[in-house]
């Protein structure tokens, strides 16, 4: 028999596979011919999706039998946390007596701490897809709009489970539920920092402050997951190739309480998508979620007050999980590599910052608003704020995806961290822009585009960047320490209007990250905003290396989006175009420079 393969994931492979001969021998003997014949082994590997309970994939080898593991992670864990022992009885619950919510079916719970080093349990492999981006990125509309239905369907037969049925009715209080989640998510909180935000002290004493009073005595008690996302959801194909909600994984939260605790994904409100954009994404209405969720349980909806209480609460709990992550990452023992950047006190303070706007605080992130208290009149919503109305609620869509785990394929992406609140209130006026303005103006465009007066630029395109640049929506790619470095060029402006908006917003590459995929959603939202390349190439060239001269003559009118410029190279018998197909070289011989290789004139004719 050869040795156990356990490929760098940090299990005793040796003893995991004597425990499983010895509790499910079945597993390890396969018919062949009529004769038995005893496979050589575990193959085990590390799933790399995830922040909360070890998963690993343990394939029976010489056979197709592949399973499962979960664990509790290695080092010093937070009381009451990674409870393997609660997942595995309710997927147990589930799987044998309720068919109405799709899980893995679990085989086995392992207490004994002396055979892999914690608590796990094995339940069976399910091969399907999990989207970790929950905005499915790739996915056409009408897909979308299909894998967000059925979570709805999903959580509302959840919550209708038959507690009692099932033999779950210990299996948590559904008295008093939020209040005891707000008490276990703080005091959890407290014991991974040094020291809390002052936004997380400010966010706790509002939600001490408004707990609903039917939190004492909710409707009728059901299971909550704790951690319904879409990358804890693995879909199938079907027949004609539309994903189907295959099972629900990571269970490890999960109890029974009061149904309304955050059931549905904040991402699913428009405000970081925009209205036109989301409804040709297939992405509806938070409202209308809650009605088709009301309608699949049998249920009203919550009062607003009250639903504001739970929507901040999730986000907390979902602070309070990062910063349990955050804690293990610094310890050592994180279940990710990529922890300590995705539960980064930025994550922490943008999720801050979106449930004190879910709780209708003021703060930087607290709501939109673009009313002119001056006149009273309603400016367009991608003109520059007022001093005192310039906050804009934060899109919830990125450290979502920092504390599940999955089984199976992943699919999808991660976004690094939540947008600060500058490039929140930018991203939400470029959003507008967009919106309102290119979007309506792409038909006219595309038509210009196509004619025979291609290579002359459409007057509409001119007014567009005029209003952009009015707008202060204006070189926002140009980074903070450049325009610093060319801060003379707003002396040389002689338009004063022009000169406030010359050098950009000062975004870093992040920032300007989440303002630029806005402007992707248009082929030409990128001119407009005079972000487009290969100008942003050209300029940064000019910022960088020009003299103040060649500055003042190229420069300036570039960064006022007075010219546009362009970029040739040319090479004999290369596809130069292709920076990389590049064949000339230079080097130093002394004092000189010699270059090498056969340059091609390029002229460009009016």
Known sequence: MQAPTSHGVGLDVGSLQKYLQRQLPTLFTTQLG????????????????????????????????????RKKPAGHILASAHAVEREFAVLDALSKHYSGVPVPRPLLLCSD???????????????????????????????RQDVYRQMVECLAALHNAPVRKLGLQNFGDPQGYCARQLKRWTKQYNASVTEPMPEVLRLVEWLKDHVPPEDLNPERPSICHGDFRLDNLMFAPSAPGRPVLHAVLDWELSTVGNRWKAPFHAKWDRGAWGDAYASRMGVARSQEYVQMYCEAAGCVPPLPTAWSFYMALSLFRLLAILAGVQARAKQGNASSARAATLASDVVLRALAEAALSAAGLQGPSSSISSSNSSNGLQQPRFAPPSRSTSS???????????????????????LVGLPSARSQELRARVLAFVEELILPAEEVLEAHA?????????????????????????????????????????????????????????LNNLEYAHVCEVMGRSVWAPEVFNCSAPDT??????????????????????????????????????????ATNIQSSIRREGDSYVLDGVKLWTCLQQ
């Open 113 to 143: 701490e002396s055979v892999i080093g914690t608590p796990f349990y094995l339940m069976e492999f399910i091969k399907g897809a999990v989207y970790v981006d929950p905005n499915m990125p790739e996915a056409a509309p009408d897909t």
């Open 392 to 414: 804009i609620a934060a899109p919830q869509h990125t450290a979502a995806s920092a504390t599940q785990d999955g089984q199976g394929m992943q699919g999808g992406s991660d």
């Open 450 to 506: 196509c004619g025979a007066d291609r290579w002359t630029i459409h007057p509409r395109m001119e007014e567009l960047k005029a209003m952009a640049k009015a707008a202060g929506l204006w070189n926002l790619w140009l980074p903070g320490p450049l325009a610093a470095t060319i801060q003379h060029m707003r002396d040389a402006c002689s338009d004063s209007a022009e000169r406030d908006v010359l050098l950009g917003a000062g």
């Open 537 to 578: 190439g050209n300029m940064e060239v000019l910022a960088k290396y020009a003299s103040r001269e060649q500055q003042q003559r190229w420069l300036l009118p570039l960064l006022q989006g007075h010219i546009r410029s362009c970029f040739a190279m040319t090479e004999k018998a290369v596809a130069s175009s292709d």
């Open 34 to 69: 009529g004769t038995q014949r005893q496979p050589v082994g575990l193959h085990v590997r590390q799933f790399s999706h995830g922040q909360s309970n070890p998963t690993f994939l343990i394939t029976v080898m010489g056979t197709d039998d592949k399973f499962v593991l």
